[in-house]
């Protein structure tokens, strides 16, 4: 009686190991094909990563929040209620964006320029971004010197360096000022 009880524990003990072997066995193939469904976005990202992250931007309106950013943050000192107020207004406005979209456009434009090269370099950059831009119309690059305007002078008058960014950016697209 005694064997026959321990011969159904080892019986269910070696039952309990196979099945916990092919439970491992499923997680490790699954594991697997995870990583086979990733590689393409995984190389699209190695492929990426050897670019800067100005060269990375392919989206005019992603384009226009930097440069606000960047005019906004050439008042000196940290960037204002104000200043982040004019931002998403104009990027609700020209954009048609609901608040938490532009929030979100502010935040990343806040990210992109903490690592970008020096304001004027990528003023320079994006400006010809958005003048070689196929979907942009000669209103939308009068448009964007507006916004950059209405961001300068969110907490009064633009200052020297300010004025010096818009200059770039009207330089590129040929405006007049």
Known sequence: MLLLLFGILVAIGVWSWRLRMAREGLREAGKLAQAAINMPRKLAFRYRSGKGGLSLIE???EAAAIMMME??????????????????REIMHHFEFGQEEADALTAHAAWA???APPPAETMRKLSQ????SSVLGPKEIVDLDAMLVSVSEAEGLPTRDQLALLQ???DKAGLKT
Do not use: C, M
Not at 72 to 84: D, I, K, V
Not at 129 to 132: A, D, E, F, K, N
């Open 168 to 170: 770039v950016y009207r």
């Open 129 to 132: 971004l958005i003048v070689s």
């Open 113 to 115: 320029t903490n690592s």
């Open 59 to 61: 989206d005019p309106r």
């Open 71 to 88: 005019v906004a943050r050439a008042r000196g000192g940290p960037l204002t209620e104000n200043q982040t107020a004019a931002i998403d």
